[in-house]
Each structure stands twice: as C-alpha cells, then as structure tokens.
C-alpha cells in the first residue's frame, strides 16, 4: 500500500503543480481563456454570414450610367419610369465627423437622411443629445433631415446593451413610415461610420434589376483612412426596397446578394481623445475594456499611431491563415486614392483621417507619446 501511494506520489505532485500553475495564470492574466478563445476560433465558430450572389462593382471615370448598369448585368431606368426617391436611415451617437462626411458623400443622390438618435448610449450611460446641440454645424443639409430623438434608460439586471440596440433599431422602423417613405423607395441600412459611395447609390437608383435586398460591402479601416484593415471589408450595410409590414431596420443579414466595394467603413475614426474613451465605454462591446490602462490617453495615442489594437485583443478570425495574417499592428498606407471627396477637398480640418495625421486632439501636446 505504502508503495502504491509512493509511485503515485509524482503524479500527483504533477497535477498540484499544474493546478497551481493554473491558478496563478488566471490570477495574473484574468483574461487569459478569453485570449486563448480567440487564437482557437476558427476550430470552433465559423462567420455567421455567406453570400451566394457576389456582384463585382464595375465603375471607372468616364462610364455613362447606361455602360455601368450593363456591366452589374441590369438595365438603365426608362425616362417615363419614376425614380425610386432614396432615404439613409442611422442611428446616431456622437460621430459628428463621420456624419458631415456621409452627408456631403451622399447629398446628391440621397432624397431624406433619417437620424434617430438618444440621451442614452445603448450602454445605459447617459449623454448629452450630440446632434441637436451641434445642429447649426448642419444647417447645410436642413432642407433634407429628418430627426428625431427617442428616450433610452440605464440597463436593469441581467439586460445586456442588445436590449437598448434593438429598442433603436424598432424606433427607427418607425421612425421611417413617419418620414414618409413609401413603398417601393430605397433605404440604407448602416452605422453612421459604414460611408455608402455616392457612386453606389447613384448606380442603384439608376438601374432596374437589382436584388430588392442587397448588402453593400465596405472597406474596413481602423483610427483613419491611413490604417486600412486589408480583410474582405464590412458587409453589414444594406439598401433595401421598402415594402410596408415587411420591411425591419436591421444590422444583419438580410439578403444573399453583396455588391462589392460600396463605400468605406471607417471604425473609430475620432477627432479628439476624448471621443476614443467615451465611445470604448459606451458601445455594445464595451467589456473589451478590461483593463484600466486602456483608458490612459497615453495608450490611446499610441494604438492611433502604430495600428496596434485599442483593446490589446487578437483579431476576431474564422481561419488560422486569416488570424495570423492579422495578428499585430495594421500596416499603415501612404495613399489617399479613393476616399471620399469631401474628406479630400478639406484635407487640413480632416488631416487627422489621412496618412501621417495620427497625432489627436486632447490631453496629448503634439509628439508626446
């Protein structure tokens, strides 16, 4: 017996010290299974999303609407058709910026900008109503917005930030018949950040023979237009043909039909320090923040200008071959080709969204890092 329990006695020291082992990983690095999660994910999740009709987006300068709905296998509207009036529905938080860009992106195509926005964040975190106070900085596109603001409450119990997500996504539907759209007129469904081109919607509102659903993929970029992700881009953004009963505000799939290089999606793309910190605790993922320093200017400009993520996480990646491509900091990219015009035609106010501008505005003096 006695010699039984010495020969097991270093197994069992084995599996003392491994458990010790254990628990001084997971004191140290609360978060490590977390981490060790997502290196593993494409062993055990897979994208929630497919597209069975990819359709190439054809455009170069110079192309007559007639050769560009013929090159997507559609027909140019007749001129006794009526055009389908358009209207860009977002929801709206803080991205001041990112809202002047759309509207000046879209004004020419786009008939009503639908904004919903609230006194709440979707995290329950109160806040000042961003768009009536800065109202004046959109006196230029008075004649074609609609607004409205709708009330949010602190999250109870067990109530995750989804449950004040989806109360804004209802309120929008909503919101929409109000504005007045009718049957068979187009609408966006996007972020305020998820920039549909001009030249999409101009292509769409052309052309008979599209899908009546259809997801518009946008390039992804992180911090500005100097950091492009170089994954397949965000296939969110949708436009729809509005069919009443039917018809849901929506950030998901809705349809098996993507057009490809639609616009630009530019995630976190803030002026000011200010705004990365408010927006990290007030988003739907905001338990990303796991540590305090993430919060620390120091650390945010840092992210900014290296490409490194604000979160300090591994990217979220549904094969071994994409995750390791994407580990690390993002490449920066020296060109401004292909961006919005707005952006380039006032390249000193939007410096910060353009190579070499990583530098924010807050409590950071200018190379302080």
Not at 41 to 64: C, T
Not at 90 to 102: A, C, K, P, T
Not at 129 to 147: D, G, L, M, P
Request: proline share 5%; net charge neutral.
């Amino acid at each position: 017996m006695a010699a039984r329990i010495f020969r097991r006695r270093p197994l069992l020291l084995v599996m003392v010290m491994a458990m010790m082992a254990i628990i001084f990983v997971l004191k140290v690095f609360p978060y490590f299974l977390v981490d060790l999660g997502y290196l593993a994910r494409p062993l055990w999740d897979q994208k929630g999303y497919q597209f069975d009709n990819v359709i190439v987006h054809h455009y170069a300068e110079g192309m007559s609407l007639q050769e560009r709905c013929e090159a997507h296998g559609w027909t140019l509207r007749s001129p006794g058709r009526p055009t389908p009036k358009v209207y860009d529905a977002v929801i709206f938080s803080v991205e001041l910026d990112m809202l002047e860009i759309r509207l000046r992106e879209l004004w020419d195509v786009v008939d009503k900008f639908v904004i919903l926005e609230s006194n709440a964040t979707f995290t329950g975190l109160f806040k000042e109503e961003s768009f009536k106070v800065n109202k004046e900085r959109f006196a230029f596109a008075e004649s074609k917005i609609v607004y409205k603001s709708i009330p949010l409450f602190p999250l109870e119990r067990g109530q995750e930030p989804w449950y004040n997500e989806g109360k804004m996504r209802d309120g929008m539907t909503h919101f929409l018949m109000e504005a007045g759209i009718q049957r068979g007129d187009l609408v966006t469904f996007s972020d305020v950040d998820e920039i549909v081109s001009g030249r999409a919607i101009e292509l769409l509102k052309a052309c008979e023979g599209a899908p009546e659903s259809l997801h518009l993929m946008t390039r992804n970029y992180l911090y500005s237009y100097e950091f492009p992700v170089g994954d397949e881009g965000m296939w969110r953004t949708s436009i729809h043909r509005w069919s009443p009963g039917k018809s849901r505000y929506a950030h998901h799939q809705t349809s098996n039909s993507v057009l490809t290089d639609a616009g630009w999606h530019c995630s976190f793309c803030f002026r000011t320090i200010q705004e990365f910190q408010f927006k990290m605790q007030a988003y739907s993922h905001s338990d990303r923040v796991r540590y305090s320093y993430l919060m620390e200017p120091e650390w945010i400009q840092r992210a900014i200008c290296t490409g490194r993520d604000l979160f300090g996480m591994f990217p979220e990646a549904y094969s071994f071959q994409e995750l390791f491509s994407r580990i690390g900091a993002i490449p920066k990219s020296t060109s401004a080709v292909g961006l919005p015009r707005y952006v380039l035609e006032n390249r000193k106010r939007f410096k910060f969204l353009l190579p070499g501008g990583c530098q924010r505005e807050g409590p950071l003096s200018h190379g302080q890092l």
